[in-house]
């Protein structure tokens, strides 16, 4: 089985200047997630995803595969998933290559380690029903919750039916909220192509015991005590 896992790694970052070559315990940030994928006993090709020739350079450096990735792809708008199926395309152009797996592992979660990345690999290939797998943290339950809408009239939007309120012990009427932590996505490559994103249409979570994504400089702060 070809599984193909895709680091992003654009040099524009705005949180964090220059964030994924800057140095997290001796290293380059991205270089954490190119060893976490090489070492991973699933992960059978890794290749970043850059415009950038000082962070090419390093990635190579890190014995990773460098995809060009063209410019209009590496703009502060532009999403992951046309990052992801540029390189499907680049390989399949130029190679004839096409994985049966990709994976997507982001430079800015350098806690996650080849064990985790195996561990919902596990999780993914015993599900038989499941087309993807993603990493998550539990975020409680629906009891009670509200969210509020990010334009200017900041409208509340309710989570769960507050007509028919349900008692706090009702535990069978709450359902369970995650929250994507950014660290793992796997997907079947036919699944990717035909929804053209990182999550399929019948998901499974991987509980992530490392939730941490580096955005801000006091993220960068907080990532360097694990790494003394």
């Not at 629906?142 to 028919?164: G, K, V």
Request: with cysteine; glycine share 4%.
């Amino acid at each position: 089985m070809e599984i193909l896992s895709i680091i992003p790694a654009r040099g524009g970052s705005k949180g964090v200047k220059r964030k994924n070559i800057k140095l997290l315990g001796g290293i380059p940030l991205v270089a954490h997630t190119i060893n976490a994928s090489i070492k991973s006993k699933y992960i059978t090709r890794t290749c970043v995803s850059t415009e950038d020739v000082e962070i090419k350079n390093i990635c190579l450096s890190y014995n990773a595969e460098v995809v060009d990735r063209p410019v209009e792809l590496a703009k502060d708008e532009t999403k992951t998933s046309p990052v992801m199926l540029d390189v499907l395309k680049q390989l399949r152009d130029k190679e004839n290559y096409m994985p049966d797996v990709v994976v997507l592992l982001q430079a800015t979660c350098p806690l996650r380690t080849e064990t985790h990345i195996d561990e919902a690999f596990e999780l993914f290939f015993k599900d038989k029903n499941c087309d993807s797998i993603f990493a998550a943290i539990e975020a409680g339950t629906t009891h009670a919750t509200w969210r509020m809408s990010p334009d200017e009239n900041h409208r509340l939007e309710c989570m769960y039916d507050y007509r028919n309120r349900p008692r706090r012990q009702d535990n069978h009427l709450h359902f369970k909220r995650f929250v994507e932590t950014g660290s793992i996505y796997i997907i079947r490559t036919d699944v990717m192509l035909k929804v053209k994103d990182f999550i399929g249409e019948n998901p499974i979570i991987y509980k992530d015991p490392t939730f941490l994504d580096i955005d801000t400089e006091a993220d960068f702060e907080k990532a360097q005590k694990y790494f003394v």
